[in-house]
């Protein structure tokens, strides 16, 4: 299986729609609000796809949008969800990071969502991603009466390098050390050592 990670287009929203009601059995969306979700202005829909696959109802691997109206500071998680043969993987939380690379991109400060409080699985992910629990709504999913927690995301900065410039000028090379490998290790070309 190989995974590729796109925006969703127009054609996709029929295979988006079977994974939608499979999903969400109870409360999935109408085709009319997944199709004005993805054409929206501040919506932000992504699809992981095995184009490769032979089974056609194979290839939509999941999906995953996020509404960010510039200059808010603000983003919503609309939507996740990853096909039944996917689960286990991974492929939630390589979503996930993608949407909130994009919030960070769009200089979103928040980001909000709400998950079923039945769905301990998701949780759990959205916790390990840093989300903290701001409150609960009752009886939100219908027509099961689930609650939904709420939940925020502070969102962090982006994680970089420090430039060459930042660099210690002078630092004492003691063998072993970060700054000179080890008798035994040889650096490679890019100089890590190996």
């Known amino acids: 299986m190989s995974v590729f990670m796109r925006r969703a287009r127009l054609d ?3 295979p988006i729609m079977t994974l939608e009601r499979a999903t969400f059995a109870n409360d999935a969306w109408s085709e ?16 992981a796809v095995d184009e490769d696959a032979e089974n056609p109802d194979e290839r939509l691997l999941g999906y995953a949008g ?9 983003a919503d998680v ?9 689960r286990g993987i991974g492929l939630g939380r390589g979503l996930m990071h993608a949407l909130i690379t994009h919030a960070r991109r769009m200089r979103v400060a928040r980001v909000f969502l709400e998950v079923r409080a039945d769905n301990p699985i998701a949780k759990a992910l959205y916790d390990s991603l840093g989300f903290v629990e701001i409150g609960v709504r009752r009886g939100y999913y219908q027509p ?3 609650d939904a927690i709420a ?4 969102v962090p900065e982006a994680v970089t390098r420090p430039a060459a410039s930042d660099a210690p000028t002078a630092r004492r090379q003691v063998p ?10 040889r650096p490679s070309s890019t100089g890590e050592t190996a």
């Open 12 to 14: 996709d929203v029929a």
């Open 32 to 47: 009319q609000m997944m199709r004005a979700e993805i054409e929206g202005e501040h919506g932000y829909y992504l699809v």
């Open 66 to 74: 996020l509404y960010a109206p510039a200059g808010t500071g603000d």
């Open 78 to 86: 609309q939507t996740i969800a990853v096909a039944p043969f996917t």
């Open 144 to 146: 099961d009466g689930v």
């Open 151 to 154: 939940m925020r995301l502070d």
């Open 176 to 185: 072993g050390t970060a700054t000179t490998p080890a008798r035994g290790i």
